[in-house]
């Protein structure tokens, strides 16, 4: 009866393996997975330099901004097959245009943005998010341009910063009365990405002290709320919801 029982055990923990998330989908192994921190529940993605390349894409091919996932894929054509994931990155205005420091494949598109002005963008300081030769960063709007590097292969400024060199934004409060579903980027020290969403309403401290205090980010970066959206192909996973602006995409490499 004892053996009975371990091999019951065994076939049980086996089941329970088999219907766990993928781990992979058509060549591409997942790179997102469902947490629990501080009783809310979020989905992080890790982009790895050694394994993934990151880009921004904004316009279709007909010149307009994509809106959408689905889009995306037509403007990615054959790279959409190593898509490990991809999120909204970055504030926009109502035609879907970024609203501040954009750069796509090199080229710079949208000034840095440094106006005084109302809502999340302008909860300063605000910050960049860009990838050059030396690897990805989250720095202040303040910080990036005291020390712009020469070439940024892509680049999006958003705000308001989460986390500035361990820090809660000045500004956050511990745990606000504002919930919303919000989405961001930091950078851990190994050089790693580790993009966030949360799977429902939050506030910014929370979501602040995710990126400290669980993915080890000591600067992060709020890319928005309330339109917020995941695309994960190996877990099946495309939000739907309100337009979006900029995408950062992670291509898996080959």
Request: include cysteine; aromatic fraction near 8%.
């Amino acid at each position: 009866m004892k053996g009975f029982r371990c091999l019951a055990v065994l076939a049980l923990a086996l089941l329970a393996a088999g219907c766990g998330p993928p781990k992979s989908r058509d060549g591409i192994d997942a790179a997102c997975s469902r947490i629990t921190f501080e009783e809310g529940r979020f989905t992080v993605c890790r982009a790895d330099p050694g394994k993934h390349e990151l880009l921004l894409a904004d316009k279709g091919a007909d010149g307009k901004p994509m809106r959408e996932f689905a889009a995306l894929r037509g403007r990615l054509g054959p790279r959409a097959a190593r898509v490990a994931f991809a999120m909204n990155a970055g504030m926009f205005n109502e035609q879907g245009n970024p609203i501040g420091y954009y750069v796509e494949d090199g080229a710079q598109q949208v000034a840095l943005n440094r106006r005084k002005g109302p809502g999340n963008f302008h909860l300063e300081p605000n910050g960049v998010f860009w990838g050059d030769a030396a690897g990805w960063h989250v720095a202040t709007t303040d910080a990036f341009a005291a020390n712009t590097p020469a070439h940024v292969r892509f680049g999006t400024q958003s705000g308001p910063m989460l986390m500035i060199g361990g820090k809660l934004h000045p500004q956050l409060s511990e745990n606000g009365t504002s919930l919303q579903i919000r989405n961001g980027v930091g950078v851990a020290k190994d050089g790693s990405a580790w993009f966030a969403i949360s799977d429902e309403p939050v506030s910014f401290g929370r979501f602040a002290r995710l990126f400290r205090d669980r993915l080890g980010c000591p600067d992060a970066l709020y890319f928005d709320g309330a339109v917020s959206r995941l695309w994960d192909p190996v877990a099946a996973r495309e939000d739907e919801g309100q337009p979006i602006g900029p995408i950062v995409v992670a291509l898996q490499k080959r």
